[in-house]
């Protein structure tokens, strides 16, 4: 970079170009998916030419010689593109987005080392400026210099920042101006001890959780943000496979936390790759079954009563659970007799058994079971659940239950062995105490669990004290539970629903609703599923946060 400027100057102009040109590479990577389902596109055309010309430009502006080279050629190919002399195809469209991968890897060399390192990029120019058949494939470019990755970790640099409009940011002035001028009061009050100050501390409370909220609406995101680099990933897919695939998206507009949106980022790009390499059929096989050569993949968002339902589809064959049932007997996971009796929506939970998969090689973009727990496990840290449906020669459904926010969660504390557990309001039904001779006409025995009856319906009921017991290696029957249950004098159960069904949980106490921050747990705790977070309660004291989808999975 020029030595005229200072070291202040330099760094402000580096980090607007770095902002700059990974704005411009989004802008030109659509761009181009767009071009390739219509190439007589001429304003979409030029509009990835002028994407380019800038970039160019900056990188000359900032002494960047050997990327302003790979962005001249990149240039000259899409004016060749604008005057006829070229036409897009996908030989053409992979050199193309060769050259967006290799300069957002670039600016990722360029924010940590201040410079664009000694990468080469004559064989990228040389291909574009020469014929067709030099160039390079998606496939080829992105296994050998980590594109995947890069694209990944720019989707994840653009969540790492907020944009914040002048009227919020004026609005979130005049709420800390307010917060000031009433502590002045308080502390006035407190000094001459006058009767107002429990007037003063409650809107001093009440300034507290405006400002609270104000700022957490600043870490939500639309859920978009996370999507826009599955367009691509799906193109390179369909290259590399030979299949024709097209992504779809709805309600991309719904706001989630940035922190929940990093959590799932990986999540959501692996279960797109199970569908298109394991569910989506080529195109011979889809015109054989009597479908539409074109697969289709669907992802959408919908917000719910405080939580997010994502939802990742695709009309392929769907899950093979007759492959299913033959890998799980030979994996030892359930016996021969078990393959047989049950039903289908059991079987299709083995497929998030960690390292299962129906497939007899390993396929290199995935495998449909492998890396499913990992899948699973990561939407259960941030306390929310996966559900999976599939109709043969249908396709298969992940449905995705998530927290919109992990910041701040309403929540109910209930105690257990005298320590104080949370539970997300959002999944409560309803709280319910029995005494007496109540306890003994409301509660069943059925086999392996006892049963609660809440207006005429029997639903399981757990004792989270068995929970308890289970994760320290302990175990309880299921009759010496009943037992110890109906010798109870009260009983207190806390109606709880999530996406597997409604159940009870048994408490010894049912404490007061609070909105408490909450905080990731230890790396210690890390791998216990059941706790979904840490609550900083009101006495300095920890309460842990339950995951209501982890407590469904010990019903029975």
């Known amino acids: 970079m020029d030595a005229m400027f200072d070291e202040t100057t ?4 580096l980090l607007e ?3 700059e040109n990974r704005d411009a590479l989004s802008r030109i990577e659509q761009g181009l ?7 007589g596109d001429r304003e979409r055309l030029d509009s990835v030419f002028r994407e380019m010309h800038t970039v160019k430009g900056n990188c000359r502006m900032l002494g960047f010689g ?6 001249h050629a990149a240039e000259t190919l899409l004016d060749h593109l604008r005057e006829g002399r070229r036409s897009l195809d996908r030989r053409l469209g992979s050199a193309l987005f060769g050259v967006v991968d290799s300069v957002r890897a670039a600016l990722e060399v360029i924010a940590v080392r201040g410079g664009e390192g000694e990468e080469d990029f004559s064989l990228q120019i040389a291909g574009m400026d020469g014929p067709l058949g030099v160039l390079a ?3 080829a470019a992105a296994a050998g210099s980590g594109m995947g990755e890069e694209r990944s970790e720019g989707a994840s640099t653009r969540l790492s920042s907020v944009q914040l409009s002048v009227e919020r940011l004026d609005a979130l002035i005049n709420q800390v101006g307010e917060l000031g001028a009433s502590f002045n009061q308080l502390r006035y009050a407190l000094a001459r001890g006058v009767e ?3 007037t003063v501390m409650d809107a001093l409370g009440q300034q507290l959780l405006r400002l609270q909220g104000e700022v957490l609406q600043y870490r939500l995101q639309p859920i978009g943000r996370i999507w826009e680099p599955y367009h691509r990933l799906v193109r390179d897919l369909s290259v590399e496979t030979g299949k024709r695939v097209v992504l779809e998206f709805s309600g991309e507009e719904t706001e989630v936390d940035r922190n929940i949106l990093l959590a799932l980022k990986e999540s959501l790009g692996h279960l797109i790759r199970n569908s298109i390499d394991h569910g989506i059929e080529s195109p011979g096989a889809r015109l054989a079954a009597g479908k539409a050569e074109v697969g289709h993949v669907w992802l959408s968002a919908v917000q719910e009563e405080g939580q997010v339902l994502l939802t990742l589809a695709d009309d392929g064959g769907g899950i093979d659970l007759a492959r299913v049932r033959v890998k799980a007997v030979e994996r030892g996971l359930i016996t021969p007799s078990q393959a047989a009796e049950w039903k289908d929506s059991e079987l299709i939970r083995l497929i998030t058994s960690a390292g299962f998969s129906t497939a007899d090689q390993v396929s290199r973009i995935s495998g449909r079971g492998t890396g499913l727990d990992v899948v699973e496990n990561a939407v259960l840290r941030i306390g929310g659940s ?3 449906t599939s109709e043969p020669g249908k396709g298969a459904r992940f449905l995705l239950r998530i927290p919109q926010s992990m910041a701040i969660v309403p929540v109910l504390l209930v105690e257990e062995g005298a320590v104080s557990y949370a539970i997300p309001q959002a999944n409560i039904v309803e709280l319910l105490s029995f005494y007496g001779s109540e306890i003994l006409s409301q509660v069943e025995g059925k086999i392996e669990m006892p049963m609660v009856r809440v207006r005429d319906r029997l639903l399981p009921l757990i004792p989270f004290g068995r929970v308890l017991a289970r994760s320290g290696g302990g175990d309880r029957s299921g009759f010496r539970e009943l037992e110890r249950i109906r010798a109870r004098r009260e009983l207190h159960v806390v109606v709880l629903q999530c996406e597997g069904g409604r159940f009870g949980l048994e408490v010894e106490k049912i404490g007061e609703p609070m909105n408490p921050l909450i905080k990731p747990v ?8 059941l706790l979904g977070g840490m609550v900083v309660m009101a006495d300095g004291g920890v309460a842990f946060l339950l995951n209501v989808a982890e407590l469904h999975s010990h019903v029975g």
């Open 33 to 39: 998916l767009q071009l390739e389902n219509a190439p």
């Open 522 to 529: 230890g790396r210690a705790f890390s791998h216990i599923h």
């Open 196 to 198: 107002e100050t429990g």
């Open 10 to 13: 330099q760094k402000a102009l």
């Open 137 to 139: 494939t998606p496939g």
């Open 66 to 71: 050997r990327l302003e080279g790979l962005t």
């Open 386 to 388: 996966m559900t999976i």
């Open 17 to 19: 170009f770095l902002e």
